[in-house]
T-cell receptor
Framework: DQQVKQNSPSLSVQEGRISILNCDYT??????FLWYKKYPAEGPTFLIS?????DKNEDGRFTVFLNKSAKHLSLHIVPSQPGDSAVYFC???????????FGAGTILRVKS | KAGVTQTPRYLIKTRGQQVTLSCSPI?????VSWYQQTPGQGLQFLFE???????NKGNFPGRFSGRQFSNSRSEMNVSTLELGDSALYLC?????????????FGPGTRLTVT
């Protein structure tokens, strides 16, 4: 039973344009959501997070939106850069503990 | 600060053998979690340790076990290896297990079972 779903296995975007990565979840107990980026041969790197009490969080070129009623979150990258090409994982956790539930990941390719 | 380190980086084992993987967290981090990444299942939570105690456990068979030492270093052990155990094993550390939040991942140990 996949509690966190990333339905797009891959996304290709032109440099300078917006990249939108989507994530859906089913567990209403999830209270905190995170995005990680992963390059080949490296571990995932934390990108940005959002608490369920918010609907938007920004950090530079990265913005995460949360729609609790739809159990949906998205990551916007503006403008996209070739160095953003990586696998992006959506993750969620309940209030306590570090047990992260990850989505399957979306491969982002930014073309120059 | 040095990041999370994992040893060894690559490992080849035969079915039926056992293996031990090691993780050193970021200095000052007291919580260590382990994840398995496979192409079919993605990243799956194995277990979390804090103060030498297992706090959370994922849905893995008892062949998968772990421990944490007083210096926060952690090891995970897989006994009676199966072909399906071939995966990237990732360790992550964080300062406080009581707060959800960012975890810092190591580069992983690539285990191949033949």
């Amino acid at each position: 039973d996949q509690q966190v779903k990333q339905n797009s296995p891959s996304l290709s975007v032109q440099e300078g344009r917006i990249s939108i990565l989507n994530c859906d979840y089913t567990n209403s107990m999830f209270d905190y959501f995170l995005w990680y980026k992963k390059y080949p041969a490296e571990g995932p790197t934390f990108l940005i997070s959002i608490s369920s009490i918010k609907d938007k969080n920004e950090d530079g070129r990265f913005t995460v939106f949360l729609n609790k009623s739809a159990k949906h979150l998205s990551l916007h990258i503006v403008p996209s850069q070739p160095g953003d090409s990586a696998v992006y994982f959506c993750a969620a956790s309940e209030e306590y503990g570090n047990k992260l539930v990850f989505g399957a990941g979306t491969i982002l390719r930014v073309k120059s | 600060k040095a990041g999370v380190t994992q040893t060894p980086r690559y490992l080849i084992k035969t079915r039926g053998q056992q293996v031990t993987l090691s993780c050193s967290p970021i200095s000052g981090h007291r919580s260590v979690s382990w994840y398995q990444q496979t192409p079919g299942q993605g990243l799956q939570f194995l277990f979390e340790y804090f103060s030498e105690t297992q706090r959370n456990k994922g849905n893995f068979p008892g062949r998968f076990s772990g421990r944490q030492f007083s210096n926060s270093r952690s090891e995970m052990n897989v006994s009676t290896l199966e072909l399906g155990d071939s995966a990237l094993y990732l360790c992550a550390s964080s300062p406080d297990p009581g707060l959800y939040g960012e975890q810092y991942f190591g580069p992983g140990t690539r285990l191949t079972v033949t």
